[in-house]
């Protein structure tokens, strides 16, 4: 069955950086979209970048323009968000999701809190 497991969350002063992965299986990897989304308590769950099949990425949320990055490896079933410059208000569980057959499945998060 498709899995997602993500990791590379933690602790960050503000202004630092982290990198997380998302290791995929029961799927055809490379034939798929890929997205991250977050989360805050409270909150509807936003959508923040998408990637291609083919590695052509959109970053959907204005606020992390120019400071985050999605990228995936085929070769390792892997999706990856390079997020640089964080800020207090980046704090939040990040989701890694992909639609297969029309059903959305979202791993377990992992959380990414900013803070001095």
């Known amino acids: 069955q498709v899995q997602l497991v993500e990791a590379g969350g933690g602790l960050v002063q503000p202004g630092g950086s982290l990198r997380l992965s998302c290791a995929a299986s029961?799927?055809?990897?490379?034939?798929?979209?890929m997205s991250w989304y977050r989360q805050t308590p409270g909150k509807e769950r936003e959508l923040v970048a998408v990637?291609?099949?083919?590695?052509?990425?959109?970053i959907a949320t204005d606020s992390v323009k120019g400071r985050f990055t999605i990228s995936r490896d085929n070769g390792k079933n892997s999706v990856y968000l390079q997020m640089n410059s964080l800020k207090p208000d980046d704090t939040a569980v990040y989701y890694c999701n992909v639609i297969v057959s029309a059903v959305r499945y979202w791993g377990q998060g992992t959380q990414v809190t900013v803070s001095s």
């Open positions: 029961g799927f055809s990897f490379s034939r798929y979209a």
């Open positions: 990637i291609s099949s083919t590695g052509n990425s959109i």
